[in-house]
């Protein structure tokens, strides 16, 4: 099986009923030096709670805290950075990410996570 150096889901990981399954199929897709650099929605927070009412995709099976995502990924990563993200739907790209300042981390409706495979 072919590994990599970089997997990169944006937007996924919400959407997949057996999420454990998920995360040791990806982390099994990992070189050794391997890093995850995933987005996922958050529904924690006052912005959460909005997040979460204006939210009528029936596939996104994982509308849980940034804390909870945190936790998932550090079962079977090393977390390197957590960072609070704005995204939203641009006509023409699909989306438009981005980063904003960490002290924004609770309010953020999105949080990218870099990890790395633990070895």
Do not use: C
Request: glycine content about 4%; aromatic content about 16%; proline content about 8%.
């Amino acid at each position: 099986m072919e590994n990599f150096n970089i997997i990169t889901p944006f937007d996924v990981f919400e959407h997949i009923p057996n999420l454990n399954n998920a995360l040791e199929y990806t982390e099994s897709l990992l070189s050794e030096t391997g890093i995850l650099i995933m987005v996922v929605p958050v529904y924690d927070g006052v912005v959460g709670k909005g997040v979460k009412l204006m939210d009528k995709d029936p596939t996104h099976v994982w509308q849980i805290s940034r804390y909870k995502w945190v936790d998932l990924i550090k079962n079977k990563f090393e977390i390197i950075e957590i960072v609070p993200h704005f995204r939203f739907p641009a006509p023409v790209f699909g989306y438009l990410f981005f980063e904003l300042p960490q002290f924004l981390f609770r309010f953020s409706p999105a949080i990218m996570i870099i990890a790395r495979k633990k070895v």
